[in-house]
């Protein structure tokens, strides 16, 4: 075995063997993989080698359509056959709301390039002979589907990765992994040790005990799942006959069901509702190429529902059924990248969906390690979208109920219930009793909106039974003020010495003076987006940052690897030990006024001014600055004080009609100012320019800011893209996200985020088109449930357009 590497690679299933081959294909090739048994000793070797471009995640469907488009080079360079059958494949719907939900995806393939079509369920019944027409209500036909030999494709990385030069040491176990003093990994094996610069956790099946080995606890879970085979079926043998083609894929939503051919036979398989997680705290080292006792009770229901919707299996014999466990994440989306606090630790694991994804995932990590960053945008897949938070229990919870809703709707104003509450801060029990109808953000109970007495969400597509409450919520704001909980935001402090000048580096903007505020971008070395804050200067030397609650653990990965060595700077995450009320709308002030002894007077404490003062009796950080566009302040206040804080506000606002507002009142208010929010229309894949935070880049400062060349090129060659807000002539629903956006007559762009803006009662959406097409005046039309709606560029806010409000 080698003693040096410049990576160790530990696990060889389809994602170590893919990150192997990435690595070499990118130039790597001091690069080796560890695998204690043959490749393929984990959930890789049982797959039913399914693979599909649809994701609920765009930026996760492109990765999937990577992967598949792989095959052919790695088998081309390997000599290696990968058994790819692309065969394609029918969605079935059986109700009009997945039939809904379908349009939704269509309309994404749009602009992601991924060929699907609507068709009738008779049309699916000439393609896939097998389903009755009459159980379901439509189809979408998808040309990218098909099925694969698992084994041949680990095997087609592994080997084009050892013609690129790198190596594959087999029957070689990792048994721990200890820090060097110089940063670097010593990675000791049962066949001696090896010193990497980096170590990838591709460990499967035992990716958590690999995490143990630095101290990490990583939120994954396996989870049995089983597929059975029939006997050869002569509704198979005569398909084939007849067309000289295989039975195309199919996955039955509603059924919960995926199915192909299999030889001459049929392969079903389901993600059962009575479902059963495996190993819970501990894979056992001595599991590999062993499967698990089948429980055919466990699916029953979903077989019934399967032999009705596909009559010919009620004539054929079973002939296996395979049970065997994969890992799943809480959300069901694979874990990468670096991990906080461990520079040179990487985790590719939690993939469920290795044949689809595989690929995306080697790729995105070996551009991470090698160029700094994953060239795509991985949101939904980093690792970082995890906290502490995310505990073993926790992780129980939640992928028990990700595997049993695996094919199920999520609606747009769907909460999941598992897991929760975990994190609540102390005023939610108080909000909770006034009706407040939770959410949750990164683990913390957030209150949407406000119910009255037997009112609750009625889940749908279109709008729906919070409507007009949250239509009161916005009017509370805009007619007088509002009253909301903001302790989901990330909140930062930044001290030392050496802070101001590390901040002038960290942060594009221009520093504010002390008692200032500013709104704060923060890019890439590529001058693309990282993050977008509210930067205070309580005290020179003292620096207060707000920012994307889920973007915490993400940001402070890249802040402390960008931390100067000297200590002298320190950033902490404050989470919640420091929570957040705001209050917004033209009597903000009088509120604040009445419980503060400072002078809050617009003279004295101005548009983005920040100070401590004292809130009743409770000390808290007071921001003139509101994410709703009118009058107003964000508090931030220590938990203990919350209650206190929270009590000293309602009672002052009782004069004013003080009324609470949720965050989806908030989405609508932000909406009529066109303000954007990180993860929707901030994302590490746009430019400042492009994204229309430039007038916060200070170009011309001093500091040599992280991407300041790129986004100096950036203005001046003027960014390919525009944020836009637009006004849709939509009925009943508005856009949710990821809809395209049409321009004469062709997808020209997609939509980043929408909803009602219930003050200026108007549909509007926020989208990225190209620069090119991002003044014209007519043209639009942006489409909602398989619908085009016009839409109209909003030149200006529809609300306070000249800050009349805000800056009052
Ligand atoms: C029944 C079933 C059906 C499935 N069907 C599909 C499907 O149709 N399509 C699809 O895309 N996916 C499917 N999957 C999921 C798919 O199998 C997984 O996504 C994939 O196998 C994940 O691969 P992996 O490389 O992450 O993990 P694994 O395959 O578990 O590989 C991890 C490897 O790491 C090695 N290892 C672990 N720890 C160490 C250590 N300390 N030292 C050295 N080596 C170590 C293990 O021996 C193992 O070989 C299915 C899974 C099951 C169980």
């Not at 050892?162 to 049962?190: C, H, M, Q, Y």
């Not at 059924?255 to 001459?264: K, M, S």
């Not at 320019?689 to 100096?712: H, N, Q, S, T, W």
Request: net charge negative.
């Amino acid at each position: 075995m080698k003693s040096h590497a410049k990576v160790v690679v530990i696990g060889g299933g389809v994602v170590g063997c893919s990150v192997l081959f990435h690595l070499a294909r990118h130039g790597w090739t001091d690069v080796v993989l560890l695998e204690r048994d043959e490749l393929t000793s984990g959930s890789t070797w049982h797959a039913a080698g399914g693979m599909h471009t649809i994701n609920g995640d765009p930026n996760v469907a492109k990765l999937q359509k990577y992967t598949i488009s792989l095959y052919k080079e790695i088998e081309e360079l390997s000599g290696q056959a990968t058994g790819v059958h692309l065969t394609g494949g029918v969605l079935l719907a059986a109700t009009e709301a997945r039939l809904d939900w379908l349009r939704g995806v269509v309309a994404k393939g749009r602009y992601l390039g991924i060929d699907l079509e609507e068709i009738s369920p008779n049309e699916a019944a000439e393609l896939m002979p097998l389903l009755d027409p009459k159980q379901f209500v439509g189809a979408v036909r998808n040309k990218e589907d098909g099925h694969l030999d698992p084994s041949g494709v680990t095997h087609a990385y592994a080997k084009a990765a050892r013609k690129l030069g790198a190596e594959v040491e087999r029957f070689t176990k990792v048994e721990d992994i200890v820090r060097r003093p110089d940063g670097s990994w010593r990675v000791i094996t049962n066949k001696g040790e090896a010193v990497a610069e980096h170590v990838v956790n591709a460990g499967g099946l035992w990716a958590r005990e690999v995490g143990r080995m630095v101290g990490l606890e990583l939120p994954v879970l396996a989870m049995e799942h089983m597929y059975l085979i029939t006997e050869d079926m002569p509704e198979v043998a005569a398909w084939n006959q007849k067309t000289g083609t295989e039975i195309i894929h199919a996955v039955d939503f509603d059924g919960e069901l995926y199915l192909r051919q299999e030889r001459g036979g049929m392969l079903m398989g389901t993600y059962e509702k009575a479902n059963k997680p495996w190993s819970e705290f501990q894979t056992p080292w001595n599991f590999g190429h062993e499967l698990l006792e089948p429980d055919i009770d466990r699916i029953a229901p979903s077989l019934e529902v399967g032999f009705r919707h596909f009559p010919a299996f009620q004539n054929t014999g079973i002939k296996q059924i395979i049970n065997g466990p994969f890992t799943f994440a809480p959300d069901g989306n694979p874990l990468v990248g670096p991990v906080r606090g461990l520079p040179g630790f990487w985790v590719a694991c939690g993939v469920m969906a290795g044949f689809s994804q595989g690929g995306g995932v080697g790729l995105a990590l070996s551009n991470w390690m090698i160029e700094g960053d994953p060239g795509a945008d991985i949101w939904a897949m980093d690792v970082a979208r995890y906290g502490d938070w995310a505990t073993m229990a926790y992780t129980n919870a939640k992928v028990r109920e990700n595997y049993s809703r695996r094919f199920s709707i999520r609606f747009p104003n769907e909460e999941l219930p598992a897991g929760r509450p975990l994190k609540t801060t102390p005023v939610y029990d108080a909000l909770s009793a006034k009706g407040a109808q939770w959410g949750v953000s990164y683990g913390l109970e957030v209150p949407l909106w406000y119910a009255p007495d037997g009112v609750r969400d009625e889940f749908s597509w279109r709008r729906s039974s919070d409507f007009d409450h949250v239509a009161k919520e916005v009017a509370a704001v805009r007619g007088g003020v509002g009253l909301a909980e903001i302790s989901n935001f990330a909140k930062y402090a930044v001290t030392g010495e050496g802070a101001a000048a590390w901040l002038d580096r960290m942060l594009a903007c221009k520093l504010p003076k002390r008692g200032r505020m500013t709104l704060a971008p923060m890019l890439k070395n590529d001058g693309r987006l990282i993050g977008d804050f509210t930067l205070a200067n309580i005290d020179d030397g003292e620096w207060f940052i707000a920012g994307s609650g889920i973007a915490e653990q993400y940001h402070m990965r890249w802040f402390e690897a960008h931390l100067p060595k000297n200590g002298s700077v320190r950033i902490e995450a404050l989470g919640q030990k420091l929570t957040g009320l705001a209050i917004a709308g033209p009597k903000a002030r009088d509120v604040l006024a009445k419980v503060t002894r400072a002078d809050v007077s617009n003279a004295a404490f101005p548009f983005m001014a920040v100070a401590r003062m004292d809130i009743g009796m409770a000390p808290c950080l007071v921001g003139r600055v509101s994410y709703t566009g009118d009058l107003g302040y964000e508090i931030w206040v220590a938990p203990e004080y919350q209650r206190a804080a929270f009590g000293a506000l309602t009672a002052a606002g009782e004069e004013f009609g003080i009324g609470l507002f949720g965050s989806r009142a908030l989405n609508a208010l932000r909406l009529e100012k066109n303000y954007g929010s990180w993860a929707r229309e901030y994302r590490p894949i746009y430019g400042p320019l492009e994204a229309g935070l430039d007038r916060f880049v200070a170009y011309g400062k001093e500091a040599d800011f992280i991407g300041k060349a790129a986004a100096l090129a950036e203005r001046k060659q003027g960014g390919k893209l525009r944020l836009r807000a637009f006004i849709v002539d939509a009925a009943d629903a508005d856009v949710i996200g990821d809809e395209p956006i049409w321009f004469d007559g062709a997808v020209r762009g997609w939509v980043t985020s929408g909803g009602y803006a219930h003050h200026a009662k108007r549909s509007v959406a926020m989208g990225y088109v190209p620069r090119e097409i991002a003044d014209e005046a007519d043209g639009f039309e942006i489409e909602i449930l398989g619908k085009r709606h016009g839409a109209r560029i909003q030149s200006a806010p529809l609300f306070d357009a000249n800050f009349e409000r805000m800056r009052a």
